[in-house]
């Protein structure tokens, strides 16, 4: 059974920064990528990174401004936020797939999705 377990999240004022951890199991991925859901509003993608080749892909609202990264040996993939905004505000969940990397940003190719961790930008 595969777990994905988000940590990291929390309250922090515009500009500030914040890192989010994703653990998970003994399997591996192909992908695994982060998402974040806003109240009345559909899970966005983020960000997501290729297990193998470490190649990363970004939304536009988050470029330059979040870099995900992963450490295979301690089984985490982070997520460093900084520059965050209000419009950053939301439940933020980490997935997992093995899909073709071209997939990497749609939330129906990922097999698997932790539990999410708020994260509150304050103006």
């Known amino acids: 059974q595969v777990h994905l377990v988000e940590s990291g999240g929390g309250l922090v004022q515009t500009g500030g920064s914040l890192r989010l951890s994703c653990g998970f199991s003994?399997?591996?991925?192909?992908?695994m990528g982060w998402f974040r859901q806003a109240p009345g509003k559909e899970r966005e993608f983020v960000t997501a990174v290729h297990m193998k080749s470490g190649a990363t892909g970004y939304a536009d609202s988050v470029k330059g401004r979040f870099t995900i990264s992963r450490d295979s040996t301690k089984k985490t993939v982070y997520l460093q936020m900084n520059s965050v905004k209000p419009e950053d505000t939301g439940i933020y969940l980490c997935a997992a797939g093995n899909m073709v990397w071209i997939e990497n940003s749609r939330p129906g190719a990922y097999n698997w999705w932790g539990q999410g961790t708020q994260v509150t930008v304050s103006s």
């Open positions: 003994e399997r591996s991925f192909a992908v």
